[in-house]
């Protein structure tokens, strides 16, 4: 599986952006996607993730409440929907696949995630 990821851009605080992650072949609906940040100088951190099926979602903690992920398997896309931006959501995102399931002990971490496309910046202006 091929991931891209696009949307990014600069949007000031409170704003909102949706990024999709598109991928190609044929077996996306075999994997969890998730989508992680890394804003400079720090290591990429977990966001979101979305199981197989789109039923079960998982959220950080500084995200939950405003970002919203979801997946249209029939388009081979996973949406994060980001409302009321803030600065320190200012970071280039990344989308990634699991095979199989998530868990959600296990949503957050990146070691289990692959396929990583290149990112999409987003700038959150105060």
């Known amino acids: 599986v091929q991931l891209q990821a696009f949307g990014g851009g600069l949007v000031q605080a409170g704003g909102s952006l949706r990024l999709s992650c598109a991928a190609s072949?044929?077996?996306?609906?075999?994997?969890?996607i998730g989508w992680f940040r890394q804003a400079p100088g720090k290591e990429r951190g977990f966001v979101a993730a979305?199981?197989?099926?789109?039923?079960?979602?998982y959220y950080s903690d500084s995200v939950k409440g405003r970002f919203t992920i979801s997946r249209d398997n029939a388009k081979n896309t996973v949406y994060l929907q980001m409302n009321s931006l803030r600065p320190e959501d200012t970071a280039v995102y990344y989308c990634?696949?699991?095979?199989?399931?998530?868990?959600?002990?296990?949503?957050?971490?990146?070691?289990?995630?692959?396929?990583w496309g290149q990112g999409t910046e987003v700038t959150v202006s105060s």
């Open positions: 979305i199981s197989r099926g789109g039923d079960r979602l």
């Open positions: 990634g696949t699991k095979r199989g399931e998530i868990l959600s002990q296990t949503a957050a971490l990146r070691r289990l995630y692959g396929d």
């Open positions: 072949g044929r077996t996306f609906s075999l994997y969890a």
